[in-house]
């Protein structure tokens, strides 16, 4: 089994910043890519960032110039640096990882989310 966790949410002022973790742990062999998803009230999860094993980052461009994906290798951790942070980024923060586990099965797994509230 891996489980993601997610770190790092808070309420924060306009303006603001936050930076996300995501530990991946359990029966891995190797992760392909890592994402912070994001969705909030009454709307569908959307694809905030994502960053392959190669560090090829692509962004959503409503967080393009605020937002960095990174990732480390030897931690299996995957972060999100959040600066000028806007009311409209409130949202709960998932966390997506593609793995290969140590029996070879490969699938996309999800953490359980991590709130960010932004107040203007």
């Known amino acids: 089994q891996v489980q993601l966790v997610e770190s790092g949410g808070g309420l924060v002022q306009a303006g603001g910043s936050l930076r996300l973790s995501c530990v991946a742990s359990g029966s891995i062999n190797s992760i392909n890519a890592m994402g912070w998803y994001r969705q909030a009230p009454g709307k569908q999860r959307e694809l905030a960032a994502d960053?392959?094993?190669?560090?090829?980052?692509n962004y959503a461009d409503s967080v393009k110039g605020r937002f960095t994906i990174s990732r480390d290798d030897t931690k299996n951790t995957v972060y999100l640096r959040m600066n000028s942070l806007k009311p409209e980024d409130t949202a709960i923060y998932y966390c997506?990882?593609?793995?290969?586990?140590?029996?070879?099965?490969?699938?996309?797994?999800w953490g359980q989310g991590t709130q960010v509230t932004v107040s203007s």
């Open positions: 997506k990882a593609n793995v290969r586990t140590r029996s070879y099965y490969r699938g996309d797994y």
């Open positions: 960053i392959t094993s190669g560090g090829i980052t």
